[in-house]
Protein backbone atom coordinates (compact mmCIF):
# COMPACT_ATOMS: atom_id res chain seq x y z
CA UNK A 1 0.00 0.00 0.00
CA UNK A 2 1.24 3.53 -0.71
CA UNK A 3 0.62 6.05 1.74
CA UNK A 4 -0.08 9.56 0.48
CA UNK A 5 0.38 12.83 3.43
CA UNK A 6 -1.87 15.47 2.28
CA UNK A 7 -2.18 19.18 4.23
CA UNK A 8 -5.20 21.56 4.73
CA UNK A 9 -5.43 24.84 3.50
CA UNK A 10 -4.17 26.34 6.68
CA UNK A 11 -1.11 23.91 6.81
CA UNK A 12 -2.39 21.44 8.97
CA UNK A 13 -2.13 17.78 7.87
CA UNK A 14 -4.97 15.68 6.70
CA UNK A 15 -5.68 11.95 8.00
CA UNK A 16 -3.64 9.84 5.85
CA UNK A 17 -4.80 8.58 2.96
CA UNK A 18 -3.83 4.83 1.89
CA UNK A 19 -4.00 3.85 -1.82
CA UNK A 20 -4.36 0.41 -1.97
CA UNK A 21 -3.69 -1.86 -5.61
CA UNK A 22 -7.60 -1.87 -6.37
CA UNK A 23 -7.67 2.11 -5.70
CA UNK A 24 -5.07 2.20 -8.48
CA UNK A 25 -6.71 0.33 -11.10
CA UNK A 26 -9.51 2.30 -10.06
CA UNK A 27 -7.65 5.65 -10.94
CA UNK A 28 -6.44 3.71 -14.24
CA UNK A 29 -9.90 3.15 -15.34
CA UNK A 30 -9.84 -0.70 -14.96
CA UNK A 31 -12.86 -2.40 -14.09
CA UNK A 32 -12.58 -4.77 -11.99
CA UNK A 33 -14.75 -8.30 -10.95
CA UNK A 34 -14.57 -7.62 -7.27
CA UNK A 35 -14.35 -5.12 -5.06
CA UNK A 36 -11.97 -4.39 -2.23
CA UNK A 37 -13.23 -4.85 1.58
CA UNK A 38 -10.45 -2.73 3.49
CA UNK A 39 -10.93 -3.21 6.71
CA UNK A 40 -10.19 -6.72 6.62
CA UNK A 41 -7.89 -6.69 3.57
CA UNK A 42 -10.12 -8.67 1.52
CA UNK A 43 -11.87 -9.04 -1.30
CA UNK A 44 -15.31 -9.47 -1.89
CA UNK A 45 -18.48 -10.01 -4.37
CA UNK A 46 -22.03 -9.28 -4.04
CA UNK A 47 -24.88 -11.12 -5.18
CA UNK A 48 -28.78 -11.12 -5.50
CA UNK A 49 -27.77 -8.72 -2.09
CA UNK A 50 -25.18 -11.21 -0.56
CA UNK A 51 -21.86 -10.53 -0.12
CA UNK A 52 -19.37 -13.35 -0.46
CA UNK A 53 -15.72 -12.64 1.20
CA UNK A 54 -12.43 -14.51 -0.50
CA UNK A 55 -9.48 -14.02 1.93
CA UNK A 56 -6.75 -12.77 -0.33
CA UNK A 57 -4.58 -9.78 0.64
CA UNK A 58 -5.59 -6.37 -1.82
CA UNK A 59 -2.69 -6.92 -3.80
CA UNK A 60 -2.45 -8.40 -7.53
CA UNK A 61 -1.58 -11.48 -6.80
CA UNK A 62 -4.29 -11.35 -3.89
CA UNK A 63 -6.58 -10.78 -6.28
CA UNK A 64 -5.67 -13.67 -8.83
CA UNK A 65 -6.41 -15.87 -5.88
CA UNK A 66 -9.70 -14.16 -4.67
CA UNK A 67 -11.13 -14.20 -8.59
CA UNK A 68 -10.18 -18.04 -9.55
CA UNK A 69 -11.82 -18.73 -6.04
CA UNK A 70 -14.80 -16.43 -7.07
CA UNK A 71 -15.21 -18.00 -10.66
CA UNK A 72 -14.88 -21.41 -9.53
CA UNK A 73 -17.93 -20.68 -6.55
CA UNK A 74 -19.84 -19.06 -9.68
CA UNK A 75 -19.64 -21.99 -11.92
CA UNK A 76 -21.24 -23.88 -8.88
CA UNK A 77 -23.89 -21.38 -8.36
CA UNK A 78 -24.52 -20.74 -12.25
CA UNK A 79 -24.72 -24.57 -12.92
CA UNK A 80 -25.67 -27.92 -11.52
CA UNK A 81 -23.97 -30.09 -13.94
CA UNK A 82 -20.08 -29.86 -14.07
CA UNK A 83 -18.25 -28.09 -17.00
CA UNK A 84 -21.04 -26.12 -18.33
CA UNK A 85 -19.55 -23.08 -16.68
CA UNK A 86 -16.26 -23.89 -18.23
CA UNK A 87 -17.34 -24.77 -21.82
CA UNK A 88 -19.16 -21.27 -21.85
CA UNK A 89 -16.44 -19.30 -20.90
CA UNK A 90 -14.65 -20.87 -23.57
CA UNK A 91 -17.50 -20.19 -26.17
CA UNK A 92 -17.98 -16.82 -25.14
CA UNK A 93 -13.66 -16.28 -25.70
CA UNK A 94 -14.19 -18.02 -29.36
CA UNK A 95 -17.30 -16.04 -29.83
CA UNK A 96 -15.36 -12.87 -30.12
CA UNK A 97 -12.64 -14.22 -32.39
CA UNK A 98 -15.43 -16.32 -34.70
CA UNK A 99 -17.13 -12.54 -34.84
CA UNK A 100 -13.82 -10.83 -35.90
CA UNK A 101 -12.81 -12.87 -38.74
CA UNK A 102 -16.75 -12.27 -39.82
CA UNK A 103 -16.09 -8.55 -40.23
CA UNK A 104 -12.63 -9.07 -41.46
CA UNK A 105 -11.95 -6.61 -44.63
CA UNK A 106 -9.12 -8.87 -46.14
CA UNK A 107 -8.31 -12.24 -44.98
CA UNK A 108 -4.68 -14.18 -46.00
CA UNK A 109 -4.73 -18.02 -46.86
CA UNK A 110 -3.41 -18.77 -42.79
CA UNK A 111 -6.12 -16.94 -41.47
CA UNK A 112 -9.08 -18.24 -43.63
CA UNK A 113 -7.76 -21.70 -42.40
CA UNK A 114 -7.68 -19.89 -38.94
CA UNK A 115 -11.13 -18.88 -39.22
CA UNK A 116 -12.36 -22.18 -40.46
CA UNK A 117 -10.50 -23.85 -37.39
CA UNK A 118 -12.25 -21.54 -34.70
CA UNK A 119 -15.94 -22.48 -36.33
CA UNK A 120 -14.99 -26.32 -35.95
CA UNK A 121 -14.03 -25.89 -32.36
CA UNK A 122 -17.10 -23.64 -31.48
CA UNK A 123 -19.08 -26.44 -32.84
CA UNK A 124 -17.24 -28.58 -30.64
CA UNK A 125 -17.72 -26.69 -27.58
CA UNK A 126 -21.64 -26.51 -28.30
CA UNK A 127 -22.03 -30.59 -28.66
CA UNK A 128 -19.51 -30.37 -25.48
CA UNK A 129 -22.07 -28.06 -23.62
CA UNK A 130 -25.34 -30.17 -24.87
CA UNK A 131 -23.80 -33.50 -23.37
CA UNK A 132 -20.48 -33.67 -21.41
CA UNK A 133 -20.00 -36.74 -20.18
CA UNK A 134 -19.56 -37.79 -24.00
CA UNK A 135 -17.19 -35.42 -25.31
CA UNK A 136 -14.85 -35.12 -21.69
CA UNK A 137 -13.98 -37.94 -20.32
CA UNK A 138 -12.19 -38.67 -16.97
CA UNK A 139 -8.63 -38.66 -17.08
CA UNK A 140 -6.32 -40.06 -14.58
CA UNK A 141 -4.12 -36.60 -12.86
CA UNK A 142 -1.51 -38.38 -12.73
CA UNK A 143 -1.36 -39.15 -16.56
CA UNK A 144 2.73 -38.56 -17.47
CA UNK A 145 4.17 -36.46 -20.09
CA UNK A 146 6.65 -36.68 -22.36
CA UNK A 147 9.96 -34.31 -21.89
CA UNK A 148 9.31 -33.16 -25.46
CA UNK A 149 5.61 -32.00 -24.31
CA UNK A 150 7.31 -30.41 -20.99
CA UNK A 151 9.82 -28.36 -22.82
CA UNK A 152 7.22 -27.57 -26.30
CA UNK A 153 4.27 -26.26 -24.01
CA UNK A 154 6.41 -24.60 -21.54
CA UNK A 155 4.67 -26.47 -18.63
CA UNK A 156 4.46 -25.60 -15.18
CA UNK A 157 2.79 -27.60 -12.34
CA UNK A 158 -0.95 -26.32 -12.92
CA UNK A 159 -3.22 -26.06 -9.78
CA UNK A 160 -6.53 -26.35 -11.09
CA UNK A 161 -9.52 -28.93 -10.26
CA UNK A 162 -10.05 -31.85 -11.52
CA UNK A 163 -12.85 -30.72 -14.53
CA UNK A 164 -10.54 -28.15 -15.72
CA UNK A 165 -8.27 -30.90 -16.25
CA UNK A 166 -10.46 -33.29 -17.59
CA UNK A 167 -12.02 -30.38 -19.90
CA UNK A 168 -8.37 -29.22 -20.65
CA UNK A 169 -7.48 -32.53 -22.35
CA UNK A 170 -10.55 -32.66 -24.04
CA UNK A 171 -9.91 -29.42 -26.00
CA UNK A 172 -6.46 -30.48 -26.44
CA UNK A 173 -8.24 -33.59 -28.38
CA UNK A 174 -10.41 -31.35 -30.32
CA UNK A 175 -7.79 -28.91 -31.59
CA UNK A 176 -4.94 -31.98 -32.75
CA UNK A 177 -4.68 -31.36 -36.22
CA UNK A 178 -5.89 -27.61 -36.04
CA UNK A 179 -2.10 -26.22 -36.03
CA UNK A 180 -3.27 -22.11 -36.87
CA UNK A 181 -5.73 -21.93 -33.94
CA UNK A 182 -3.55 -23.36 -31.91
CA UNK A 183 -0.01 -21.95 -32.02
CA UNK A 184 -2.00 -18.07 -32.85
CA UNK A 185 -4.42 -18.16 -30.52
CA UNK A 186 -4.33 -21.07 -27.86
CA UNK A 187 -0.65 -21.38 -27.68
CA UNK A 188 -0.59 -22.78 -24.29
CA UNK A 189 -2.18 -26.01 -22.71
CA UNK A 190 -0.30 -26.03 -19.36
CA UNK A 191 0.39 -23.63 -16.54
CA UNK A 192 -1.28 -20.37 -15.23
CA UNK A 193 -4.76 -19.58 -17.36
CA UNK A 194 -3.97 -22.37 -19.91
CA UNK A 195 -6.76 -23.09 -22.17
CA UNK A 196 -9.47 -25.25 -20.42
CA UNK A 197 -9.37 -23.50 -17.11
CA UNK A 198 -12.04 -20.54 -15.84
CA UNK A 199 -9.13 -17.90 -16.18
CA UNK A 200 -8.19 -18.49 -19.72
CA UNK A 201 -8.24 -15.56 -21.86
CA UNK A 202 -6.74 -14.43 -25.36
CA UNK A 203 -3.06 -13.28 -25.79
CA UNK A 204 -3.03 -9.59 -25.66
CA UNK A 205 -2.66 -8.90 -29.42
CA UNK A 206 -6.21 -10.47 -29.85
CA UNK A 207 -7.53 -9.35 -26.90
CA UNK A 208 -7.10 -6.32 -29.28
CA UNK A 209 -8.46 -7.42 -32.41
CA UNK A 210 -11.57 -8.77 -30.67
CA UNK A 211 -12.55 -5.78 -28.25
CA UNK A 212 -15.18 -4.43 -30.61
CA UNK A 213 -16.91 -7.96 -30.42
CA UNK A 214 -17.96 -7.17 -26.69
CA UNK A 215 -20.87 -5.03 -27.45
CA UNK A 216 -23.37 -6.01 -30.51
CA UNK A 217 -23.72 -1.74 -30.93
CA UNK A 218 -19.15 -1.43 -31.04
CA UNK A 219 -17.83 -1.25 -34.63
CA UNK A 220 -14.29 -3.04 -35.76
CA UNK A 221 -11.60 -0.35 -35.40
CA UNK A 222 -9.64 -1.08 -37.86
CA UNK A 223 -7.88 1.32 -40.35
CA UNK A 224 -9.91 -0.72 -43.32
CA UNK A 225 -13.25 -0.33 -41.77
CA UNK A 226 -12.58 3.26 -40.95
CA UNK A 227 -11.53 4.32 -44.39
CA UNK A 228 -14.60 2.66 -46.30
CA UNK A 229 -17.05 4.72 -43.33
CA UNK A 230 -15.36 7.96 -44.78
CA UNK A 231 -15.06 6.47 -48.15
CA UNK A 232 -19.02 6.44 -47.56
CA UNK A 233 -19.94 9.20 -45.97
CA UNK A 234 -17.86 11.31 -48.90
CA UNK A 235 -19.93 9.01 -51.42
CA UNK A 236 -23.18 9.83 -50.36
CA UNK A 237 -21.87 13.72 -50.41
CA UNK A 238 -21.35 12.70 -54.22
CA UNK A 239 -24.44 11.22 -54.92
CA UNK A 240 -26.36 13.83 -53.07
CA UNK A 241 -24.58 16.84 -55.36
CA UNK A 242 -22.89 18.48 -52.42
CA UNK A 243 -18.87 17.68 -54.09
CA UNK A 244 -17.63 16.61 -57.12
CA UNK A 245 -17.80 12.82 -58.48
CA UNK A 246 -13.81 13.56 -58.83
CA UNK A 247 -13.42 14.82 -54.93
CA UNK A 248 -14.79 11.47 -54.27
CA UNK A 249 -12.54 9.63 -56.49
CA UNK A 250 -9.79 11.29 -55.24
CA UNK A 251 -10.42 10.53 -51.56
CA UNK A 252 -11.12 6.89 -52.42
CA UNK A 253 -7.62 6.85 -54.55
CA UNK A 254 -5.02 8.65 -52.18
CA UNK A 255 -6.66 6.58 -48.75
CA UNK A 256 -6.37 4.07 -50.39
CA UNK A 257 -2.27 4.37 -50.44
CA UNK A 258 -2.85 5.36 -46.55
CA UNK A 259 -4.70 1.91 -45.63
CA UNK A 260 -2.66 0.42 -47.43
CA UNK A 261 0.99 1.65 -46.09
CA UNK A 262 -0.37 1.15 -42.88
CA UNK A 263 -2.28 -1.62 -43.38
CA UNK A 264 -6.15 -2.41 -43.32
CA UNK A 265 -5.99 -4.51 -40.36
CA UNK A 266 -3.74 -1.85 -37.98
CA UNK A 267 -5.77 -0.86 -35.06
CA UNK A 268 -7.61 3.32 -35.57
CA UNK A 269 -6.39 4.17 -32.13
CA UNK A 270 -2.71 3.47 -33.42
CA UNK A 271 -2.81 6.33 -35.37
CA UNK A 272 -1.03 8.96 -33.74
CA UNK A 273 1.74 11.87 -34.11
CA UNK A 274 4.23 8.81 -34.72
CA UNK A 275 2.07 8.22 -37.46
CA UNK A 276 1.98 11.24 -38.84
CA UNK A 277 6.05 11.88 -39.25
CA UNK A 278 5.73 8.18 -40.40
CA UNK A 279 3.49 8.83 -43.05
CA UNK A 280 5.01 12.25 -43.96
CA UNK A 281 8.94 10.61 -44.64
CA UNK A 282 6.72 7.83 -47.08
CA UNK A 283 5.24 10.48 -49.26
CA UNK A 284 8.47 12.66 -49.10
CA UNK A 285 10.25 9.70 -50.41
CA UNK A 286 7.50 8.07 -53.33
CA UNK A 287 7.33 9.64 -56.64
CA UNK A 288 3.77 10.59 -56.16
CA UNK A 289 2.92 13.68 -57.84
CA UNK A 290 0.86 16.20 -55.36
CA UNK A 291 2.15 14.84 -52.37
CA UNK A 292 1.03 17.63 -50.12
CA UNK A 293 -2.83 16.36 -51.26
CA UNK A 294 -2.28 12.61 -50.07
CA UNK A 295 -1.04 14.12 -46.83
CA UNK A 296 -4.23 16.74 -46.13
CA UNK A 297 -6.84 13.88 -47.61
CA UNK A 298 -5.50 11.81 -44.72
CA UNK A 299 -5.27 14.39 -41.96
CA UNK A 300 -8.83 14.83 -42.84
CA UNK A 301 -9.66 11.18 -42.59
CA UNK A 302 -7.94 11.37 -39.05
CA UNK A 303 -10.61 14.79 -38.07
CA UNK A 304 -13.25 12.97 -39.14
CA UNK A 305 -12.52 9.68 -37.47
CA UNK A 306 -12.02 11.58 -34.14
CA UNK A 307 -15.49 13.16 -34.76
CA UNK A 308 -17.12 9.48 -34.93
CA UNK A 309 -18.33 8.46 -31.83
CA UNK A 310 -18.02 5.03 -32.45
CA UNK A 311 -14.48 5.16 -33.44
CA UNK A 312 -11.81 4.18 -31.15
CA UNK A 313 -9.94 7.42 -32.04
CA UNK A 314 -10.34 9.73 -29.19
CA UNK A 315 -8.17 12.74 -29.79
CA UNK A 316 -6.50 14.25 -32.68
CA UNK A 317 -2.51 13.80 -32.71
CA UNK A 318 -0.64 16.48 -31.09
CA UNK A 319 1.24 17.67 -34.88
CA UNK A 320 -1.86 17.63 -36.60
CA UNK A 321 -1.54 21.55 -37.55
CA UNK A 322 2.56 21.36 -37.46
CA UNK A 323 4.34 23.43 -40.08
CA UNK A 324 7.06 20.98 -40.28
CA UNK A 325 5.00 18.84 -42.88
CA UNK A 326 5.79 19.97 -45.84
CA UNK A 327 7.10 18.54 -49.47
CA UNK A 328 9.97 20.79 -50.90
CA UNK A 329 12.15 18.99 -53.82
CA UNK A 330 15.19 19.68 -54.45
CA UNK A 331 16.03 22.34 -56.72
CA UNK A 332 17.75 19.96 -59.27
CA UNK A 333 14.48 18.14 -59.57
CA UNK A 334 12.28 21.53 -59.58
CA UNK A 335 14.44 22.71 -62.29
CA UNK A 336 14.48 19.48 -64.50
CA UNK A 337 10.38 19.55 -63.90
CA UNK A 338 9.68 23.19 -65.10
CA UNK A 339 12.11 22.59 -67.76
CA UNK A 340 10.00 19.29 -69.14
CA UNK A 341 6.63 21.24 -68.66
CA UNK A 342 8.03 24.13 -70.80
CA UNK A 343 8.87 21.60 -73.41
CA UNK A 344 5.39 20.36 -73.49
CA UNK A 345 3.62 23.99 -73.98
CA UNK A 346 2.15 24.24 -77.65
CA UNK A 347 3.79 26.74 -79.77
CA UNK A 348 2.18 29.15 -82.63
CA UNK A 349 3.08 27.13 -85.14
CA UNK A 350 1.44 23.89 -83.57
CA UNK A 351 -1.68 25.97 -83.20
CA UNK A 352 -1.70 27.12 -86.94
CA UNK A 353 -1.21 23.48 -87.79
CA UNK A 354 -4.91 22.83 -86.02
CA UNK A 355 -6.53 24.90 -87.74
CA UNK A 356 -4.79 24.85 -91.10
CA UNK A 357 -6.28 23.80 -94.51
CA UNK A 358 -5.45 20.45 -94.75
CA UNK A 359 -5.17 19.94 -91.04
CA UNK A 360 -5.88 16.22 -89.87
CA UNK A 361 -7.90 17.47 -86.90
CA UNK A 362 -11.53 17.21 -86.47
CA UNK A 363 -13.65 20.27 -86.68
CA UNK A 364 -15.02 19.62 -83.02
CA UNK A 365 -11.17 19.26 -81.85
CA UNK A 366 -10.07 22.84 -83.60
CA UNK A 367 -13.34 24.47 -81.75
CA UNK A 368 -12.14 22.80 -78.34
CA UNK A 369 -8.50 23.72 -78.51
CA UNK A 370 -9.63 27.10 -79.10
CA UNK A 371 -11.80 27.57 -76.79
CA UNK A 372 -8.97 25.98 -74.37
CA UNK A 373 -6.97 28.55 -75.18
CA UNK A 374 -9.10 31.16 -76.14
CA UNK A 375 -10.72 31.50 -72.34
CA UNK A 376 -8.85 28.67 -70.47
CA UNK A 377 -10.68 25.89 -70.46
CA UNK A 378 -9.90 22.29 -69.69
CA UNK A 379 -11.92 19.37 -70.90
CA UNK A 380 -14.40 19.42 -68.30
CA UNK A 381 -14.88 23.17 -68.25
CA UNK A 382 -15.91 22.84 -72.29
CA UNK A 383 -18.08 19.60 -70.63
CA UNK A 384 -20.11 22.29 -68.30
CA UNK A 385 -20.36 24.79 -70.93
CA UNK A 386 -24.37 25.67 -71.29
CA UNK A 387 -25.99 27.44 -73.89
CA UNK A 388 -27.09 30.09 -71.95
CA UNK A 389 -23.15 30.77 -71.05
CA UNK A 390 -22.58 32.35 -74.42
CA UNK A 391 -23.46 35.23 -76.25
CA UNK A 392 -23.15 34.64 -79.57
CA UNK A 393 -24.04 38.31 -80.73
CA UNK A 394 -21.56 39.68 -79.01
CA UNK A 395 -18.96 37.17 -79.15
CA UNK A 396 -18.64 36.42 -75.58
CA UNK A 397 -19.01 33.55 -73.22
CA UNK A 398 -19.75 34.72 -69.73
CA UNK A 399 -19.31 31.95 -66.91
CA UNK A 400 -18.45 30.57 -63.57
CA UNK A 401 -16.27 27.51 -63.66
CA UNK A 402 -17.44 24.60 -61.94
CA UNK A 403 -14.82 24.31 -59.39
CA UNK A 404 -15.30 28.01 -57.94
CA UNK A 405 -18.61 28.18 -57.57
CA UNK A 406 -18.47 26.53 -54.06
CA UNK A 407 -16.84 29.89 -53.06
CA UNK A 408 -18.70 33.34 -51.47
CA UNK A 409 -19.14 35.72 -54.99
CA UNK A 410 -17.27 33.25 -57.08
CA UNK A 411 -15.37 35.55 -59.80
CA UNK A 412 -18.19 35.41 -63.21
CA UNK A 413 -15.36 35.99 -66.32
CA UNK A 414 -16.96 37.70 -69.56
CA UNK A 415 -14.66 35.85 -72.20
CA UNK A 416 -14.14 37.84 -75.60
CA UNK A 417 -13.99 35.86 -78.21
CA UNK A 418 -11.65 35.24 -80.70
CA UNK A 419 -13.43 35.32 -84.59
CA UNK A 420 -12.22 31.94 -85.27
CA UNK A 421 -13.33 30.59 -82.26
CA UNK A 422 -16.79 31.95 -82.26
CA UNK A 423 -17.04 30.79 -85.98
CA UNK A 424 -16.03 27.61 -84.94
CA UNK A 425 -18.48 27.11 -81.88
CA UNK A 426 -21.49 28.52 -83.86
CA UNK A 427 -20.81 25.01 -86.07
CA UNK A 428 -20.45 23.12 -82.88
CA UNK A 429 -23.03 24.29 -81.28
CA UNK A 430 -25.19 23.85 -84.29
CA UNK A 431 -24.59 20.32 -84.29
CA UNK A 432 -25.46 19.85 -80.57
CA UNK A 433 -28.62 18.38 -79.50
CA UNK A 434 -28.29 18.73 -76.14
CA UNK A 435 -30.92 21.73 -75.34
CA UNK A 436 -29.09 22.69 -72.25
CA UNK A 437 -25.52 22.38 -73.11
CA UNK A 438 -23.42 23.70 -75.96
CA UNK A 439 -20.90 20.55 -76.90
CA UNK A 440 -21.06 17.15 -77.68
CA UNK A 441 -18.64 14.24 -78.79
CA UNK A 442 -19.76 12.10 -81.71
CA UNK A 443 -22.82 10.02 -81.22
CA UNK A 444 -24.19 12.63 -79.54
CA UNK A 445 -22.27 12.00 -76.42
CA UNK A 446 -21.37 14.34 -73.42
CA UNK A 447 -17.37 14.92 -73.70
CA UNK A 448 -17.07 13.42 -70.21
CA UNK A 449 -19.45 11.17 -68.73
CA UNK A 450 -19.71 10.70 -64.92
CA UNK A 451 -21.70 8.30 -62.86
CA UNK A 452 -21.86 7.49 -59.45
CA UNK A 453 -24.10 5.13 -57.85
CA UNK A 454 -24.99 1.86 -55.43
CA UNK A 455 -24.61 -1.38 -56.57
CA UNK A 456 -26.24 -4.63 -55.65
CA UNK A 457 -23.25 -5.08 -52.75
CA UNK A 458 -24.34 -1.47 -51.23
CA UNK A 459 -20.88 -0.12 -52.79
CA UNK A 460 -20.64 3.30 -53.74
CA UNK A 461 -19.01 3.25 -57.33
CA UNK A 462 -17.83 5.85 -59.93
CA UNK A 463 -17.34 6.16 -63.15
CA UNK A 464 -15.79 8.59 -65.21
CA UNK A 465 -15.09 8.43 -69.37
CA UNK A 466 -13.33 11.58 -71.02
CA UNK A 467 -14.14 11.34 -74.68
CA UNK A 468 -12.07 14.23 -75.35
CA UNK A 469 -8.59 12.99 -74.31
CA UNK A 470 -9.21 9.32 -74.82
CA UNK A 471 -9.46 10.02 -78.99
CA UNK A 472 -6.50 12.28 -79.01
CA UNK A 473 -4.25 10.01 -76.94
CA UNK A 474 -5.28 7.36 -79.20
CA UNK A 475 -4.85 9.32 -82.89
CA UNK A 476 -2.22 12.09 -82.08
CA UNK A 477 0.68 11.10 -83.43
CA UNK A 478 -1.05 9.48 -86.54
CA UNK A 479 -2.76 13.17 -87.07
CA UNK A 480 0.83 14.55 -86.59
CA UNK A 481 0.57 15.88 -83.01
CA UNK A 482 2.74 13.36 -81.46
CA UNK A 483 3.63 14.27 -77.95
CA UNK A 484 1.06 16.97 -77.32
CA UNK A 485 -1.52 17.39 -74.69
CA UNK A 486 -4.25 18.46 -74.36
CA UNK A 487 -3.53 19.73 -70.88
CA UNK A 488 -0.83 21.64 -71.88
CA UNK A 489 -3.26 24.04 -74.39
CA UNK A 490 -4.61 26.11 -71.45
CA UNK A 491 -0.85 25.86 -70.04
CA UNK A 492 0.06 27.43 -72.66
CA UNK A 493 -2.38 30.58 -72.84
CA UNK A 494 -1.42 31.04 -69.20
CA UNK A 495 2.24 31.53 -69.56
CA UNK A 496 1.87 33.58 -72.66
CA UNK A 497 0.08 36.04 -70.67
CA UNK A 498 2.48 35.97 -67.48
CA UNK A 499 5.36 36.20 -69.77
CA UNK A 500 3.76 39.88 -70.33
CA UNK A 501 4.40 42.41 -67.53
CA UNK A 502 1.41 44.69 -68.81
CA UNK A 503 -1.03 41.22 -68.45
CA UNK A 504 0.72 39.15 -65.86
CA UNK A 505 -1.51 40.33 -63.21
CA UNK A 506 -4.35 39.36 -64.85
CA UNK A 507 -3.40 35.73 -64.53
CA UNK A 508 -6.19 34.71 -61.54
CA UNK A 509 -9.14 36.64 -63.48
CA UNK A 510 -7.96 35.06 -66.88
CA UNK A 511 -8.08 31.69 -65.13
CA UNK A 512 -11.39 31.68 -63.30
CA UNK A 513 -10.07 31.04 -59.92
CA UNK A 514 -11.21 32.10 -56.84
CA UNK A 515 -10.30 35.51 -55.10
CA UNK A 516 -7.27 35.88 -53.48
CA UNK A 517 -8.01 38.89 -51.40
CA UNK A 518 -10.90 39.47 -49.11
CA UNK A 519 -10.39 43.21 -51.36
CA UNK A 520 -11.11 41.14 -54.54
CA UNK A 521 -13.85 38.56 -52.70
CA UNK A 522 -15.64 41.71 -51.39
CA UNK A 523 -15.41 44.58 -53.38
CA UNK A 524 -13.71 44.21 -57.10
CA UNK A 525 -16.03 41.52 -58.63
CA UNK A 526 -16.65 42.44 -61.99
CA UNK A 527 -20.21 40.86 -62.10
CA UNK A 528 -19.69 39.32 -65.63
CA UNK A 529 -19.43 42.78 -66.83
CA UNK A 530 -17.12 43.01 -70.28
CA UNK A 531 -13.47 44.05 -68.78
CA UNK A 532 -11.26 46.22 -71.42
CA UNK A 533 -8.18 44.88 -69.71
CA UNK A 534 -9.34 41.31 -69.86
CA UNK A 535 -10.31 41.85 -73.40
CA UNK A 536 -6.67 43.30 -74.30
CA UNK A 537 -5.04 40.67 -72.62
CA UNK A 538 -6.59 37.60 -74.68
CA UNK A 539 -6.28 39.50 -77.57
CA UNK A 540 -2.93 39.58 -76.66
CA UNK A 541 -2.77 35.65 -76.09
CA UNK A 542 -4.35 35.69 -79.65
CA UNK A 543 -1.90 37.66 -81.17
CA UNK A 544 0.79 35.48 -79.93
CA UNK A 545 -0.73 32.45 -81.80
CA UNK A 546 -1.06 34.01 -84.75
CA UNK A 547 -5.24 34.35 -84.03
CA UNK A 548 -7.73 37.46 -84.04
Known amino acids: MTKI ?31 QHKPRNQWKKMVDG ?7 PITKAGYESALREWLNLKAEMDFEKPYLALIQHHIDIFKAVQNYFDHAVEQTTKEKKMA ?14 DDPDQYIPEVDSSTSLTQDEIEEFEIVKPDISPEENNFRWAAMSA ?30 EWKEKTEFTESPEKLPQTVGYWVEDYLKAKGNQALNGEIEISTFRDAKERLGKFSEWIG ?9 SETLKKYHSYLSESKYANKSLYFQFFKTFVVYCVSEEACSLEHLPNNITSRLFVFRSKNKKKIAL ?8 WTKADIQRVIGKDSKVPERYQCWILLMLNCAMTQSDLNDLKRDEIDLKEGRIIRIRKKAEKYPNPPVVNYKLWDITLKHLKKQMAACTDEEYALQSTRSARLISESIAVDKDNN ?6 DNVCRWWDKNRKEIG ?51 KPLDDAIAFIGKHFGLK
Not at 185 to 198: A, E, N, Q, S
Open 116 to 129: QQVDQFINWLEAAF
Open 5 to 35: QVSKSNGKPRKTSVKTWADRQKAAGARLELS
Open 460 to 465: IVSTRS
Open 264 to 272: EKTLIEKVG
Open 338 to 345: AKSKYEKL
Open 481 to 531: FDGLQLKYVKKSGITALTENIKYMHLDQLYLGHSHRTLADRNYNSKGGRAY
Open 175 to 204: LRGKSELADNIVRRYFGKDHIGTMTFQLPE
Open 50 to 56: KFYYFKH
